[in-house]
DNA sequence: TTGACTACCACACATTTGTGTGGTATGCTG
DNA sequence: CAGCATACCACACAAATGTGTGGTAGTCAA
């Protein structure tokens, strides 16, 4: 899975990556060869082949532009827990690998909700933060949900007593909201993302 | 650039976004079509002409799977401020689209540390957090860095006081760590994301 | 009615693109 | 030394793929 690579391996790879982030689709062997300057095909399709034997790309047979990077090659190592000494940049600490659709999911019944305010600040969720919802008419207890209060959208924590929901806060500044009849529950948080400038 | 579309139109670049996010490539004309049991290739390239005019992708001439997806198409749209009474669906609350690369941004200085520990709740950064780092050896005030303290990494936002640095936890169980010699700057936090089962 | 836009079809054509075959040269290892 | 992997070349070929031309039919607004 994590099997070394040589130097020009690493370059080739590491153009297979960048030309995907940027033009969002992976390059031809043509125009691989064309940036390294090879003038054979083959050339290409040798270190292609190396790298997937590697395990760092997979390849569609006879599909153009083809190439499909593996986590190890188009994620972000996520460093689990660091042993005391060891530096940061050792591969042993690796515990996988964020992909971007990870945290940021793709999909029809997905949106994004800028929080305001910060009755959500004990559970992390702070002011300016995107909370990734999914659309859902129901939830779990402990899910953290948003909620149409009254045409307002709110984050909270759903609590269920008996046949009572409650939409906890996080946030002793705030009292828990009971559920009547005009709240209806939007959709269930997926995910936060934060960014700092 | 919001230009309204067609069922069918939307059909069409749900197909291709779905394409995107599982085959990890944009799909071909003919792949299109055979999806849709169209059996002209014109009739495909019609509506990417029509999907093209309207700013829901671009594309390069001549090359294969080179269907760009706009922000529109590939992003999660994120609703900022919800005005009383509007429901959710409604696009005129939408702010600007979350791209996956933007939540988690793809270089190759960056790397992700799960979090461990309390010490930055008060930031909204709590115990299983991922956090986006980008490495750098300085960083400014205020900053929320990780660094190395005798091996050990940690989270914590930098202060600057004269020429003295401090550490600082956003929890007042912890206290601010003096920067000694032996204290390195790893890298500056750009994101945190956090997922939910 | 005319003109637009949408939504399809058929077929031909030129490129783009991946693949296959067969080489050369270098360095490493048993 | 032979065997093997890396790192390249040249050239041919078939399949995949985008493009062009010229249609038909329906809807909708001016």
């Not at 153009?15 to 003038?39: D, L, W």
């Not at 593996?70 to 940049?89: H, K, N, Q, V």
């Not at 609590?159 to 709240?183: A, D, E, F, I």
Request: aromatic residues 4%; glycine residues 10%.
């Amino acid at each position: 899975m994590a099997q070394p690579l040589t130097p020009k391996q690493k370059e080739v790879l590491r153009f297979i990556a960048c030309s995907v982030s940027v033009q969002k689709m992976s390059p031809t062997i043509r125009e691989i060869g064309r940036h390294f300057g090879f003038s054979s095909t083959g050339t290409v399709r040798d270190h292609l082949r190396a790298l997937a034997a590697k395990g760092y790309l997979a390849r569609a047979r006879k599909k153009a532009r083809a190439i499909e990077l593996a986590d190890a090659a188009c994620g972000i190592p996520i460093i689990g827990r660091i042993a005391a000494g060891s530096p940061l940049e050792a591969n042993e600490n690796i515990e996988g690998f964020l992909r971007p659709e990870e945290a940021a999911p793709l999909a029809d019944d997905v949106f994004a909700l800028r929080v305001q305010g910060d009755s959500m600040s004990g559970a992390g969720i702070v002011d300016g933060d995107i909370v990734i919802v999914r659309r859902q008419k129901q939830a779990r207890q402990g899910d953290i949900v948003v909620a149409l209060v009254g045409g307002e959208a709110t984050v909270k924590t759903l609590r269920k007593q008996g046949s009572r929901m409650w939409l906890v806060p996080h946030n002793k500044k705030y009292r828990p909201l009971s559920c009547s009849g005009s709240t209806v529950i939007a959709g269930k948080v997926i995910s936060v993302v934060r960014r700092y400038v």
